[in-house]
């Protein structure tokens, strides 16, 4: 050691090099990079998805006044309810009659306007996405005046060509058909955009080659259309199917579940059992019957999805 | 100088003099400023200028206790204090006062103050509150919230004189006169003239109004129905009374046959459709309170001056008139509980009453019997005099009534928040099913609200 003690100044400045070192190396780490840029995203998920998932699986097992553990009983309740395996069916008919309309109608647009010019596809393009844009509570109430039931706009053009009144809203299949037709009108552009979008990504070459070899036009939609847009199709159909099936705003707005019930899905009569009802256990449990549904669903279709992929590589 | 003459403690006592001195005559000044902030969160009122009535009301109780009373109004449209309701019972904070819907004090019972002595004082000045607001806000013998004045309604039936006289034969103002006597034919105004008259003003082409779907105006007045045929559906001790029940088949064969003399899209009517069939002329007559009449006077002035409120028609078992009351509740997380129990006690007073009931109109209705003779309802039109027997009067000889009691209010406000009553004679009506189907139904459905507890 030397007199001013260096050696000693030394040997703790190489520990502190020593232990920065470590620390240096433990933030540079791929791993744990990773980790701190996900975090946000995990701050996220486990805020606004798992905990509220998990507050609702709680919730569900708890008695009416929330004061004591009730086990499964909730759903036991509900599964012996008519009312409740009435909201599942009209939940499943809503979401698949939906969805399937929507991705329908979207396909059909989305050829016609491939078909467009640029030009003037711009203009049809936008015009079409208006449902889209608008806030559906706010849409639907425009259609509950057009099907209000003693004023039905609706029913006033059909008795200009001598068509009898509709009752829109106060018999169920119409009330059913009545929201599926809303559910329709503001998501079908949303089908039309993603398959506008996955139309243009199809090599022309493809069409050319097919076209070549004889195809007919089904032909080509067939082989060549339909494959290249299986993916986006799923997908679309997938997240679709989530949204239909938490549809909440226009059966709330256009029949409030009636008549008898016959129009409820799993979120409304979710919100009437457990906000309207204070009874928010068996609200929590209705509308944890969404998730395996959904679940189920969206397993199918990711693996579908999964499997093409690798198909293709 | 002069301090020369004075020792040193006659110096320290003067300037303690002067120090409890300034300190009392500054005292008012400090005290002055309010220390104290009670937050309330009221119903946003249909009438724009009740909220004005309850903002100044606030104000003058808080200048005068020299309270901070910071007043929100919580809208009603879209569930909103539901919500609130909910949210704060959840987290337990937020508004000191909060203005709970009609099941609500029942819901939240032991979250909340327990106001026995407020109600005590004002039954002592007052009287005795109606019995379904006893029914709605006394729980296990506590009052847990106090029937608010401010968007508490009734829904007697409103008229079209013209229209009942021309077609029914009933001249509806000289039955029911403005002022506290009953006139010719009142006592056969019950629910078997009241179908007489449905069917003859469907014939003519202006059915009677009235909703038959899942919405509170139905479910209201087809539980004053049941009431008045003696039909409940559940006990007070929460018993599920529908097989067997002898009154209740015989209200709901009534309703069946009412409900084909009623305009035939009424299963899916809203609370604003029957005011819309009033107000277009399309409609003889409506059960609901005077905003009806209300919007007529502004939109449909014709409408308007030939409107006229009477009681609902009796049956066997007596008149009732459906009764939908708000009550004030003080949570039992506030930290400002006698404050907010003063400021309760003062919104109850017979001023204040007043002047909320004159600044809307009308339209809110007090709790207390002896509060029902407030001027505006006669002085109210044109007509003048149309809602004179909005508030139940004594020759009236009727009850408030609220759909599913006697039921407990923990199982009663799932059957009314499900339309239980209206849904049994939609089955039938509608569906095609027979009555005991029907009442099987109701009977499970009841079954498996009790046994969720």
Known sequence: MVADGSHALGGMASRDRGRANAMQRFARRRSTIAFLMTLPLLAIIVGLVAYPAAYAIYLSTLNRRMTAFAGTLNFELLFESDTFWMVAFQSCFFAITAVVLKASIGFWLAHMLHHIPDKGQRKWRGMLLVPWVIPPALSTLGWWWMFDPSYSSINWLLAVISVPEVPWLGHHWWARIAIIMVNVWIGAPFFMIMYLAALKSVPEQLYEAAMIDGASSFQRLRYVTLPMMANIISITVLFSLIVTFANYDIVRVLTNGGPRDLTHVFASYAFQVGILSGNIPRGAAVSLFMFPILALCAFFVLRSVTRRNKEQM | ?453
């Open chain 2, 1 to 453: 100088m002069a301090f020369d003459g004075m020792s040193r403690r006659d110096v320290l006592r003067a300037s303690a003099l002067a120090t409890v001195a300034g300190g009392t005559l500054a005292a008012p000044a400090v005290h002055a400023q309010a220390t104290t902030t009670l937050r309330c969160g009221f119903w946003d009122h249909w009438v724009p200028a009740g909220n004005g009535a309850m903002r100044e009301l606030c104000a003058e109780w808080g200048e005068k206790n020299r309270v901070n009373v910071q007043v929100d109004f919580i809208t009603s449209v879209g569930n909103q204090n539901l919500l609130t309701i909910a949210a704060q019972a959840q987290s337990r904070s937020g508004h000191d006062i909060l203005s709970f819907p009609t099941w609500e004090p029942a819901a939240k019972y032991d979250m909340l103050e327990p106001l026995d002595d407020v109600m005590g004082r004002l039954t002592a000045k007052y009287g005795p509150v109606n019995a379904a607001a006893e029914y709605l806000g006394k729980i296990r013998g506590k009052w847990v919230a106090i029937p608010a004045v401010s968007g508490t309604q009734m829904k007697p039936a409103c008229v079209r004189f013209d229209l009942m006289e021309q077609h029914a034969g009933i001249d509806i103002r000289a039955m029911w006169p403005a002022n506290d006597t009953r006139g010719p034919g009142a006592d056969t105004w019950n629910w078997d003239t009241f179908l007489t008259a449905a069917e003859k003003c469907h014939a003519a082409g202006v059915p009677f109004g009235m909703p038959m779907g899942s919405f509170t105006d139905a479910v209201d007045t087809v539980g004053a129905i049941m009431a008045s045929f003696g039909a409940s559906m559940m006990d007070r001790e929460g018993k599920v009374t529908v097989q067997g029940n002898a009154k209740l088949k015989t209200a709901v064969e009534y309703l069946v046959k009412l409900s084909r003399f009623l305009p035939n899209d009424v299963w899916a009517w809203d609370d604003g459709a029957n005011n819309r069939a009033l107000i277009s002329g399309r409609s003889a007559l409506i059960f609901n309170p005077p905003s009806a009449w209300a919007v007529a006077k502004r939109d449909a002035p014709q409408v308007a001056e030939k409107c006229w409120t009477v009681p609902v028609p009796a049956g066997p078992e007596g008149r009732f008139t459906p009764y939908l009351p708000y009550f004030w509740g003080i949570w039992a997380f506030s930290r400002n509980k006698g404050p907010a129990k003063q400021l309760l006690e003062f919104l109850s007073e017979r001023t204040s009453a007043e002047k909320q009931t004159n600044t809307s109109n009308g339209y809110d209705i007090p709790p207390f019997v002896s509060m029902n003779n407030f001027e505006v309802w006669a002085k109210e039109g044109p007509p003048v005099g149309t809602v004179y027997n909005y508030p139940l009067r004594a020759h009236h000889n009727a009850t408030a009534s609220i759909a599913m009691a006697p039921a407990p209010a923990e199982f009663a406000v799932q059957a009314y928040q499900q339309a239980l009553n209206t849904k049994v004679v939609a089955r039938i009506a509608q569906g095609g099913e027979t009555i005991d189907q029907s009442l099987d139904w109701l009977h499970r459905e009841l079954t498996n609200i009790v046994r969720g507890g």
